[in-house]
């Protein structure tokens, strides 16, 4: 009887410790799937912040201004609930401030800045940090619809947008490093880079012909071309000045002096 009960608690026991390895390991998937999420969204939040505090070097409508609010504000809100009790605080505070901020855009006219109005700067990490906004920029615009949180009109409208200041800058930078290298006198590289601008400009005005900026810029690649052909032409050396034939043959027979 004494054996049967020893057996039944050692039993006892081994659930107990069964039980409990399973409940901490429940404990500890949960707590690494809270902390995996939790930096995912801090990971979206700072994305998008990131690229919002460059918004100012590039002409943003309202929609893309909402759409980088919204996706701020739905990173908090999923955020606060993984948070402790303690930050939760600071992450209701920053979600009452976004949320007025959107309530404004939302409720002031819809604005789409001109692309036009756009110019590349001229210091080139600002040229960098630009082109890397804007990369980041399309990827947040194309992982939002994908999720169903904008519209198919808005986001053909706003990619559009982002392509057109891409193609853009990407136009400026090589007339710019072209006249860089013309300046240099390094006319072969300039004359290079201008012949890929041109490439790129008429690759594109097939497409969209009435375009006034790609115009423009075909009209200004062939004047920095011309140039930089009659730069070249006037540096190079004067060739030397074909022989007189016939002042050598002249020389050859003519009767030879006696010393």
């Not at 590349?120 to 960098?128: E, I």
């Not at 999720?147 to 409208?157: D, Q, R």
């Amino acid at each position: 009887m004494i054996f049967t009960l020893v057996l039944i608690l050692i039993g006892a026991l081994l659930l107990l410790v069964i039980g409990i390895n399973v409940i901490q390991q429940q404990k500890e998937r949960v707590e690494a799937e809270r902390r995996t999420e939790l930096a995912r969204q801090k990971a979206i939040i700072d994305e998008t912040e990131n690229v919002l505090s460059n918004t100012g070097m590039i002409p943003c409508s309202t929609q893309i201004m909402l759409i980088l609010y919204k996706r701020v504000r739905d990173g908090l809100e999923i955020a606060r609930h993984l948070v402790t009790q303690q930050q939760q605080n600071d992450y209701l505070r920053r979600l009452s401030d976004l949320k007025a901020q959107i309530e404004t855009l939302s409720h002031n006219p819809s604005q789409t800045p001109a692309i036009e109005s756009f110019r590349l700067p001229d210091n080139d990490r600002q040229v960098l940090v630009l082109v890397q906004t804007l990369k980041k920029l399309k990827a947040i615009l194309r992982a939002e619809h994908n999720k169903g949180k904008v519209e198919p009109a808005v986001f053909t409208l706003e990619e559009n947008r982002i392509d057109s200041l891409q193609l853009r800058i990407n136009v400026d930078s090589m007339l710019s490093r072209a006249r860089a290298a013309s300046f240099m006198k390094q006319y072969g590289s300039s004359r290079q880079m201008v012949t890929k601008a041109l490439a790129t400009l008429h690759a594109i005005k097939a497409q969209t012909p009435n375009d006034p900026f790609i115009a423009r810029k075909v009209d200004e690649a062939k004047l920095l071309l011309d140039e930089i052909m009659g730069a070249q032409r006037r540096s190079e050396p004067n060739a030397p000045k074909p022989k007189d034939d016939d002042g050598d043959i002249d020389m050859l027979f003519q009767p030879k002096k006696k010393w």
